[in-house]
């Protein structure tokens, strides 16, 4: 028995030291402020640095990249989080993309820091300062509601003026 978890140790400590050659890419792509929210969203202070301090590491180019990000395995699930992170919202981006629509993507963004969806409890684990305060939470949702109303004035007036 002793023998049996003397080679189970070993074996584990040679997979966990042979996975840290498999390094996934820790990218933080070039940022033209042109493309960043701020040039697009009148900011409120207060919201953007709720916004850097909470949403950056994930939803932006701007990550941060963690000591821990570079052990295998746990560099694997870092990588894949920002990366998914990137996908589904970057602040970095957001004068770049033309598929997701604006107002639904600031919708999305209060309803989930109401919910408490993000950030991400494992996150929060990590970085317990980029918890949001049920005062964070609502300055996040009053900035959306305006912007989104924002977004939906500029495409009506925009839309009036291709019918003319």
Not at 30 to 41: F, L, R, S, T
């Amino acid at each position: 028995m002793k023998k049996w978890l003397k080679l189970s140790l070993i074996t584990l400590i040679a997979l966990v030291v042979a996975a840290q050659v498999v390094r996934p890419a820790r990218t933080n792509p070039p940022i033209d402020p042109q493309k960043e929210i701020g040039a697009h969203m009148q900011m409120d202070p207060a919201v953007m640095a709720t916004l850097s301090r909470a949403c950056n590491d994930c939803h932006s180019n701007r990550t941060e990249w963690p000591w821990y990000s570079n052990v295998a395995p746990v560099s694997w699930l870092v990588a894949r989080d920002v990366n998914q992170g990137r996908e589904e919202l970057n602040l970095s981006e957001w004068g770049a993309s033309k598929e997701k629509e604006p107002g639904k993507l600031l919708g999305k963004i209060c309803s989930e820091v109401t919910d408490g969806e993000m950030p991400v409890a494992t996150y929060t684990l990590m970085h317990p300062q980029a918890k949001l305060t049920r005062e964070e939470v609502q300055n996040v949702c009053r900035w959306t509601s305006s912007m989104a109303k924002n977004v939906a004035e500029t495409a009506k007036d925009k839309e009036d003026d291709d019918d003319d």
